[in-house]
């Protein structure tokens, strides 16, 4: 009986649960840490005064079977060169573990060792490794709907948070989506950037946008030309409705429909400002008018508009010549009345 008694004392002090002089304490007991990043482990451990800490273990709790085993970090491939003992041989047994993993998940135990007695913690450090999670709700609206970003991880408590969209800072998590929202949001712990979360995306419908008309032939058209008029945009999704109209004594007269108005074998009534109104199942847009003039192509009246600006140069070369010569005739009495005075006081000085 004394035999057993003595063997329970033994094993209830092996344990740490029979003398406060032993004690292992974790600052945090619960640490949550995003996948790839590093966690520290902060503890702290007390032994009787006089013994001396010979050497210090961590250790992971995991399931062999069916069978609760404690093994020790050391021991375990995957920790090789992940983990860093912050502590000492004193009173500090922190740890930090590295790139942590999705499987670094679980629990943790210290021991350490004195002359006298191999002291294991009984409660353990529980880590959670988690991923960032972003959720863009919804994720397809109409411009001018509302957007909420929200980021989500399993941990309780979670620090502030920063958006990103396409790597570009994001003001508010709740905003009426526009045009230009259309992209990849994804997030981050502040402090923790390097971190994100996977993007996802936010699609935003809008009606036509940047409504214009490219002209071809775009130089001087003459009759008999074919003239094409294109109607561009930027549509989210693709416009499916073009029409075009013409500005008829200040009444828009509909003068077709499709992308592209080809006007062939022009003349002179095709003249004009023609503009296009461009549709999608969100809404419409319109173009500016375009001007389209159309020239006559009789001969005679081209080589009077030729004879006309050939005149024009000639009237302004002859005035241009005229005004030197009436400059240059002014200024002759004078030179010449200057150039004597000079040549007469030279003359006298000589003499």
Known sequence: MEWITTVLVFLIMREGTGTSYYKVTFENPDPCALKGSSVAFKCSY????GE????????????????????????LPSYDNRTEYLGDRKHDCSIAIHDVQENDTGHYY????????????????????????????????????????????SCQQLPSIKWFKDGRPVDKPVFQAQAVDSGNYS?????????????????????????SIEMSP?????EGSNVSLT??????????????YKD?????????SG????????????????????????????????????????IHHLILRVGFGFKVVIVLLLTMIIIWACKKTRASPVDKEEHSHVYEHVNNVNG
């Not at 800490?53 to 021991?75: A, C, P």
């Not at 981050?188 to 009606?207: C, F, N």
């Not at 775009?218 to 003459?222: K, P, Y």
């Open 52 to 75: 001396t800490v010979l050497q210090t273990r961590w250790y992971k709790g995991d399931f062999l079977g069916e069978i609760w085993r404690r093994f020790k970090l050391s021991d």
């Open 248 to 256: 008829v004594s200040s009444s828009m007269l509909q003068v077709g």
């Open 231 to 244: 109607c561009s945009d930027t549509a989210n999704p693709a416009a499916d409705k073009y029409t075009w």
């Open 218 to 222: 775009s130089d001087l058209i003459v």
């Open 46 to 49: 007390s032994f009787n005064e």
């Open 187 to 211: 997030c981050v712990i502040e402090g923790q950037e390097s971190y994100k979360s996977d993007p996802m995306t936010l699609v935003v419908q809008y009606a036509p946008l940047n409504v």
């Open 110 to 153: 210290f021991r350490f060792d004195t002359e006298k007695i191999g002291f294991r913690s009984k409660t353990s450090v529980q880590l959670t490794v988690t991923e960032l999670i972003a959720s863009v709700y919804p994720d397809r609206v109409r411009a001018g709907e509302d957007v909420n970003l929200e980021c989500g991880t």
């Open 259 to 298: 992308q592209v108005l080809s006007l062939p074998s022009v003349n002179i009534s095709h003249s004009g400002i023609y503009l296009c109104r461009v549709w999608n199942s969100v809404g419409e847009g319109n173009s500016m008018g375009v001007l389209l003039t159309v020239y006559e192509t009789d």
